[in-house]
């Protein structure tokens, strides 16, 4: 299966995907896609919306000590519901599919969710900083929210305009 990540403003990074039913053999061919799509990209995150698949799953993979991203860390997450949120963090997050712009973001500190693995089986995951983060801004992906979404109005704007001449630039280097 070959993937290809999908890159704002495209409008499918606006659509609110829909909830897996089936923990067949195409939500693991699509799953077993998207992992090195997201490690050789140099994420630690990814929605199946983000390659065009308006399904709720993503999948992350949270460096570790050393920077690494083994294969035994990966978390595959399909149906997630946040049970719990309490604190405050800010980090400086990235997206796949805004290329090359980072900002300062406030979420929660710690959660905890439900959702199920690619089997269908029921799991609860308790996370806190980087894990907490990405899971967040995964799961805006889910509702076709965008990190960028959360920038004031002024770090919008200016945002705008720096991507719109940034993508010109790259669309000329091809
Ligand atoms: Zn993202």
Do not use: W
């Not at 801004?137 to 929210?145: A, C, S």
């Not at 002024?154 to 993508?167: L, N, P, T």
């Amino acid at each position: 299966m070959k993937l290809t990540i999908v890159e704002y403003p495209d409008k499918r990074l606006r659509e609110k995907s829909c909830e897996v039913k089936d923990f067949d053999d195409s939500l693991h061919e699509l799953l077993d896609a998207m992992n090195p799509l997201m490690i050789s990209t140099n994420g630690i995150g990814l929605a199946a919306i983000q390659v065009g698949h308006p399904i709720r799953a993503l999948i992350l993979n949270i460096p570790d000590e050393e920077g690494e991203q083994p294969p035994e860390n990966l978390l595959e997450i399909i149906n997630p519901v946040m049970t719990h949120k309490s604190g405050e963090t800010t980090y400086q997050e990235g997206c796949l599919s805004v290329p090359q712009f980072y900002e300062d973001i406030k979420r929660y500190e710690n959660i905890i969710i439900n959702y199920q693995d690619r089997y269908g089986n029921t799991k609860t995951l308790e996370a806190n900083g980087l894990l907490a983060i990405a899971i967040q801004h995964e799961m805006d992906h889910l509702e076709g929210i965008l990190f960028i979404d959360k920038l004031s109005y002024a770090r919008r704007k200016k945002f705008e305009k720096e991507y719109k001449k940034m993508q010109k630039e790259r669309k000329n280097s091809k």
